[in-house]
T-cell receptor
Framework: AQKVTQAQTEISVVEKEDVTLDCVYE???????LFWYKQPPSGELVFLIRRNSFDEQNEISGRYSWNFQKSTSSFNFTITASQVVDSAVYFCALSEGRRGFQKLVFGTGTRLLVSP | GAGVSQSPSNKVTEKGKDVELRCDPISGHTALYWYRQSLGQGLEFLIY????????KSGLPSDRFSAERTGGSVSTLTIQRTQQEDSAVYLCASSLGLAGDDTQYFGPGTRLTVL
């Protein structure tokens, strides 16, 4: 069965600190996809990144970077020089890609609080 | 372009009443998903529509829940005889429906409160 674990319930940092959000997943499939979504106080889930299981290359987008390691089944998300606007709940999610139907299995989320 | 829209944004109802929640997917997206977000259960999948195929209802929690999608576009989630445990945020997502690497884009959700 698929499972996503986000062990960090809440993280508090001060602006400009770097912060890493952990995500560990379980799946029996060799083909799968990993996602990160951001949920700001407004409530809407905002897509951040998608990664497929065959691409372990790390990715950087501005202040965001992602570290995908199949050996440890982890897909961690780092925010560099955090800002108050980064305050949100961040969800890691997994889907299996064998079929067209790809329900997302979400972790429980990590609430990030960035104070000025 | 326009994103996924949902209505109403908030719905308060009394226990035992029926409610209908609406989702308008992104134009051109053939796949549509409903999820539920509650404090106790987190984010959980409810139902999936892809084009004209029969929906996958494997996530619906009881037979009081049903959904339809008309003309391959707008979807309505219906909850009959609402219970207090149905209180949650109901999220709709749509995607291109590609076989494989596909991304779901979410709407703002409908917050349902059952008194």
């Amino acid at each position: 069965a698929q499972k996503v674990t986000q062990a960090q319930t809440e993280i508090s940092v001060v602006e400009k600190e770097d912060v890493t959000l952990d995500c560990v997943y379980e799946t029996r499939d060799t083909t799968y996809y990993l996602f990160w979504y951001k949920q700001p106080p407004s409530g809407e889930l905002v897509f951040l990144i998608r990664r497929n299981s065959f691409d372990e290359q790390n990715e950087i987008s501005g202040r965001y970077s992602w570290n995908f390691q199949k050996s440890t089944s982890s897909f961690n998300f780092t925010i560099t020089a955090s800002q108050v606007v980064d305050s949100a709940v961040y969800f890691c999610a997994l889907s299996e890609g064998r079929r067209g139907f790809q329900k997302l299995v979400f972790g429980t989320g990590t609430r990030l609080l960035v104070s000025p | 372009g326009a994103g996924v829209s949902q209505s109403p944004s908030n719905k308060v109802t009394e226990k035992g009443k029926d409610v209908e929640l609406r989702c308008d997917p992104i134009s051109g997206h053939t796949a549509l998903y409903w999820y539920r977000q509650s404090l106790g259960q987190g984010l959980e999948f409810l139902i999936y529509f892809q084009g004209n195929s029969a929906p996958d209802k494997s996530g619906l929690p009881s037979d009081r829940f049903s959904a339809e999608r008309t003309g391959g576009s707008v979807s309505t989630l219906t909850i009959q005889r609402t219970q207090q445990e149905d209180s949650a945020v109901y999220l709709c997502a749509s995607s291109l429906g590609l076989a494989g690497d596909d991304t779901q884009y979410f709407g703002p959700g409908t917050r349902l409160t059952v008194l």
